[in-house]
């Protein structure tokens, strides 16, 4: 499966492979030391060997049967995160990317693969309008349940550990790429069916990923982030 990933990129200085194109940004996957948790990532849709982030529904919006939206509660908790701006929205996100599977892959203090957990998340900002999606980009990864009290410590700088305090999200469900494109359709496709989109930060939006972004069929979510 890993060889269906190839695309062209290249190394940059710090030796970290970079797509060349907004079309390679899943190059990180033919990595070999990524190998384990791309194998969780695409197991299936139940989720086998992969810890999901727990929340509780406080509320959910349905049509015909089919979930519109949820409104969400989660706990506070770790995450590790880097901060990513590169020429690109979709090469931030890669190298973004790149850097938590390693630490995910051995690259810590305990020298151990550490689980993954779901969603891995990006948090996105932008400009005056919903369409102009910035190029700096946070990609987080939460810190599995036995790991949250004493974190392994990134090896690379650049990864920082933080701890989120309690959030509300309103989270709508939706497949495909994600690139600015989709996720500034999502964000107002949001938007319209809360009807009042005041409510939540105008500026900051999360896109979760469940799934294997280079899977046939992809698993996502726009998550709106209540104001306190």
């Given amino acids: 499966m890993l060889s269906n990933l190839i695309t062209c990129c290249e190394t940059n ?6 797509p060349t194109g907004t079309s390679s940004y899943l190059a ?15 197991r299936n849709n139940h989720g086998q060997g992969r810890e999901s982030i727990s929340f509780t529904v406080i509320k959910r919006k349905e049509k015909f049967g089919k979930v519109l939206y949820e409104k969400r509660h989660y706990a506070k908790g770790r995450w590790a995160c880097v901060k990513v701006q590169e020429d690109q929205y979709e090469q931030s996100v890669c190298l ?3 850097k938590i599977m390693k630490y995910i892959c051995e690259q810590n203090s305990s020298g151990l693969y550490l689980g993954m957990t779901v969603p891995i998340v990006t948090v996105i900002h932008t400009g005056e309008s919903t369409s102009d999606i910035t190029r700096f980009v946070t990609v987080a990864y939460y810190l599995p349940g036995g790991l949250q009290d004493q974190p392994p410590d990134p090896h690379d700088p650049d990864i920082i550990i933080e701890e989120w305090p309690p959030a509300v999200v309103y989270a709508r469900g939706f497949g495909g790429v994600t690139n600015e494109g989709s996720i500034a359709r999502e964000i107002n496709l949001l938007a319209e069916l809360l009807g ?20 046939a069929t992809r698993l996502n979510e726009i998550w709106f982030l209540e104001r306190l």
């Fill in 196 to 215: 009042n989109p005041e409510l939540c930060l105008r500026d900051t939006f999360i896109v979760a990923g469940y799934t294997n972004p280079a899977a």
């Fill in 13 to 18: 200085q710090r030796g970290l492979l970079r």
């Fill in 28 to 42: 990180f996957y033919t990595k070999a030391n990524m190998a384990q948790p791309i194998q969780q990532l695409t």
């Fill in 96 to 98: 973004g990317f790149m």
